[in-house]
């Protein structure tokens, strides 16, 4: 039985030994030294870097603002990043001493990846989709099954699947009728070190249940998801009686060991019950979540092992790298030490190699996301959305509401009246009357959330708004009002107030926080506190973003998986014209003692 310990003692003299080595951010290996047949010899390293959560960055580009990302802590992303950080550790390490794995979500999260899915679909093109075409060229050895996969549907996924030179891992998903593996479950790969018998690392895939929900459209009668806890206990003994001397397994889940949905399925979020339930894992690459966990470690219940988890923030902003140390006891290898880092991509420049292959793809998406996908008949936007009710915000509602309402037909709940909720998170959107671009839909949702539906009473509505209105600063009858002063009170950010659509109400920002909402109506009459709802609503909501009071605990109806700015784009490129005629409705106002704040 293997046994893994925080930083061992070996590990500490190499450290110091290779500081400068380590000045470059990458950690230091121990080399192999020579001994006999027999008794215990001197440890060896090997590596294993990870990806997770991908989403379709190849370069260090934002195809919605048409300029590279970046963000508040000026993170880079993409796979060509990554690249240069893999070459560095080969280089580190001895190439023939690591290997490199992913974690899922892979296809699916740019306009890249939507394009070859949707607009050129590589399954019926036949084009090498470019997350194939990059991972193939950084010599990957597996990747995962992320819930994302399956959006598309089973036969892109299979495509895609095809065209990689490395297994794609699933332990838990089942063919619907057989109940057979539907995917390969785990791979063994060799790591031959100079001098030393080859050591055998078993990599096994897992991903979180969800996708049975998520895409219930896509996978229902075709895979069933089992829960991945119960796989890991078939396959990792499976794996150590098939020779594998280290078990990494690559869990495309969370630590957290919360669950998105009810009791239907086994836990979402399983990595930490994996390490603390399953003896003979070393090592966890988890996923799911976009955490930054650079190293923790967790028990084993049944063996007191200690098991490494790690998990890379997504898009490529970060490389899990996972160090094994390895004695010989008897013939046989032992891991004796295992630590794990994350480097960090915002520190290298671009593998050319990389770049190059998906230069031809990428400038061919860009030229597609600047191109009018419709037509408006008016100008609408977003400047006054935090003091008065808008059109380009109740477009957004009405997107939502519809989403979730569509997804709502057929099952219990289908006759639940539809609320939305929106925040105004850029002051400058604006869709400009005539023709409009992908990039003009993107710029009015900046954030790529997904669209949420949930179960809310109409008391717990009245609360929500409540709360919301608290982004006022107040201000007596009669006052002047400066729109400049009047909001982000207490430093509230544009992004935590949220208006409501499919509702009446106004907001007497006279009285104090806690008691503005006023008149609240639905269908023209008083909202009844008991009423039922579904209310559409994104991901960062849904999970407590804001801290919004019931919304974090209500019943999740829908969880589609889809960015919202997504469907803003589907929206206008189904129906050809965005007209306020049809979907405005001015519905809330600010008030204070009844009298209007604005005309």
């Not at 794995?101 to 093109?125: F, H, K, M, R, W």
């Not at 997350?131 to 819930?147: H, I, R």
């Not at 098991?307 to 160090?323: A, F, H, I, Q, Y």
């Not at 190059?356 to 008949?377: D, F, L």
Request: glycine fraction near 10%.
């Amino acid at each position: 039985m293997s046994q893994s310990f925080p930083r061992g003692h070996r590990r500490a003299a190499a450290a110091v030994a290779l500081g400068c080595v380590a000045a470059l951010g990458l950690a230091p290996a121990a080399t192999a030294a020579p001994g006999g047949a027999q008794g215990t010899q001197d440890p060896v390293t090997i590596t294993v870097m990870g990806t997770s959560d991908l989403h379709g960055y190849i370069e260090n580009w934002d195809y919605f603002t048409n300029a590279e990302y970046d963000d508040a802590a000026h993170n880079d992303v993409g796979l060509a990043k990554v690249s240069t950080l893999v070459n560095q550790v080969r280089a580190d390490r001895g190439e023939g001493s690591t290997l490199l794995i992913d974690n899922g979500d892979t296809i699916q999260g740019t306009s890249l990846t939507d394009y070859y899915a949707n607009v050129e679909p590589v399954d019926e093109t036949g084009e090498t989709h470019p997350m194939a075409a990059a991972m193939n060229a950084m010599g990957y050895d597996a990747t995962t099954l992320g819930n994302h996969e399956f959006n598309y549907g089973v036969p892109l996924l299979r495509t895609y699947e095809d065209q990689l030179d490395f297994p794609l891992l699933g332990a838990n998903v089942k063919d619907w009728d057989t109940g057979e593996d539907a995917f390969t479950p785990y791979v063994i790969r060799t790591v031959k070190l100079k001098g030393q018998k080859p050591i055998r690392v078993g990599i096994l895939g897992l991903t979180t249940p969800g996708s049975a929900i998520w895409d219930k459209n896509n996978v229902e009668g075709e895979l069933r998801f089992e829960g991945m806890v119960e796989q890991a206990q078939k396959y990792v003994p499976e794996m150590k009686a098939a020779g594998a001397d280290v078990v990494v397994v690559s869990s495309h889940s969370g630590p957290s060991g919360t669950s998105s949905y009810g009791g239907g399925l086994p836990v979402e979020n399983a990595s930490t019950l994996l390490a603390e339930q399953v003896p003979g894992i070393d090592a966890i690459l988890a996923g799911h979540e976009h955490q930054e966990i650079p190293e923790r470690f967790v028990t084993n219940r049944q063996t007191g092992e200690q098991v490494l988890l790690t998990e890379p923030k997504n898009w490529g902003m970060r490389l899990s790298v996972m160090d094994f140390e390895l004695t010989k006891v008897r013939g046989q290898w032992d891991v004796t030490s295992a630590n794990s880092e994350l480097l960090n991509t915002n520190t290298v420049e671009a593998d050319p190699k990389i770049s190059a292959i998906a230069a031809g793809q990428h400038q061919r998406v860009i030229e597609y996301v600047n191109t009018a996908i419709g037509t408006a008949t008016a100008t609408m936007s977003a400047a006054e959305s935090r003091i008065r009710d808008t059109a380009v915000m109740d477009f957004v509602n009405e997107v939502q509401a519809g989403a979730v309402d569509r997804a709502l037909d057929g099952t219990p709940n289908a006759d639940l009246p539809v609320l939305s909720i929106v925040a105004p998170f850029n002051r400058a959107a604006v869709i400009p009357q005539g023709p409009v671009t992908i990039r003009d839909m993107a710029g009015l949702y900046v954030f790529p959330n997904t669209l949420f539906g949930v179960e809310m009473t109409g008391a717990q509505v009245k609360d929500y708004l409540e709360y919301s209105a608290k982004y006022f600063n107040q201000s007596a009858p009669g006052t002047p009002v400066d729109p400049a002063t009047l909001t982000n009170a207490a430093g509230t950010p544009d992004y935590n107030y949220d208006m409501m659509s499919g509702v009446s109400y106004g907001i007497d920002i006279s009285k104090p926080v806690g008691q503005r909402i006023t008149d609240l109506s639905y269908a023209g009459a008083p909202i009844d506190p008991t009423q039922r709802f579904a209310v559409a609503t994104n991901n960062y909501r849904q999970s407590g973003g804001g801290n919004f009071p019931h919304i974090a605990t209500a019943p999740v109806l829908v969880n589609q998986t889809t960015e919202i700015r997504q469907l803003l784009i589907d929206y206008l490129i189904a129906e050809g014209t965005i007209d306020p005629a049809d979907f405005f409705v001015e519905n809330w106002k600010l008030t204070r003692d009844g009298e209007p704040v604005f005309d």
